[in-house]
């Protein structure tokens, strides 16, 4: 069983590899199966499907349904960290999800805000390994009942360079196995940290929404967004909006009201890292006020 923070999942697998692959990007996670209760039960296994009858492949179950289409068995890792997002953003649109990045830092909640390619989980996986902690480098979970952010704390999905530009970001940097060719190019899997795995139960309180985009060797550009921009902005960004309605809107409108709100371009993570370091500290420090 797996402990995720906002979602619980039991795992049944007899992939080759796959033991040893959950060991090293949730090795800060205990390994319970005593709890009965899980929000879903997932398998991973070898299977065949047509027309690729000769060929080996992986099927994904969730409470017995295969979602999509089987994957080479060589992705078992990569395939069941798609699989649990599938899972999440299904079971969970309870809450208003956002295309987002979330850490906590200083007791501020900060989201990156983005569409993919923006270089929000580089960013994420850099302010890991700088003292943030990581509720998310996919899901902006905005509870709506308090308006809280919830922790779902996976691995940090890195894709092509970025996997070797974390590596070289720091020596603490813990990464599984790197798959090759898939859908979404090279992808391998950073490991949290102790401190936002020991805290997966603790949600954040936003106070930072950045719209993030990476060019590369640019320098740090941060300018403030108006309100109606950032609530158009999140609409954008959500998986669920038009599902939820009038509350996702009252929701994204106080998360807009509540947050300094900022369009940041960077190119360079040892020049962007410092800003928000700045920017979460000083913040808190104006709460206390």
Known sequence: MLDLGAMRV?????????????????????LDDADPYVDSELRLDRGRDWPRIWQARLRFLADGTAPFESAPAALSLAQLEWGMNWVYAHLFSRHLLLH???VERHGVGL???ASPGSGKSTL????SLRGFRVL??????LRLSDRRLLPLAKPVALKNTSIDLIRAWSPDAVLGPVFVGTHKGDVAHLALTQDSVSRRHEPARPGILIFPTWQAD???ELTRVMPARALSELAHNSFNYSLL???AFEAASDLVAGCECYRLTYGRLPEVVPVLEDLCRARSQRALV
């Open 111 to 113: 989201m990156l805000v």
């Open 124 to 127: 994420t996986a850099a302010l």
């Open 245 to 247: 309605g009038q509350p």
């Open 218 to 220: 640019q320098p740090v």
């Open 136 to 141: 998310s480098d996919e899901f902006g979970s």
């Open 10 to 30: 039991r795992l049944r697998s007899r992939v080759a590899g796959l033991a040893a692959a959950l060991a090293q990007v949730y090795r800060h996670f205990p």
């Open 100 to 102: 987002s990045g979330a």
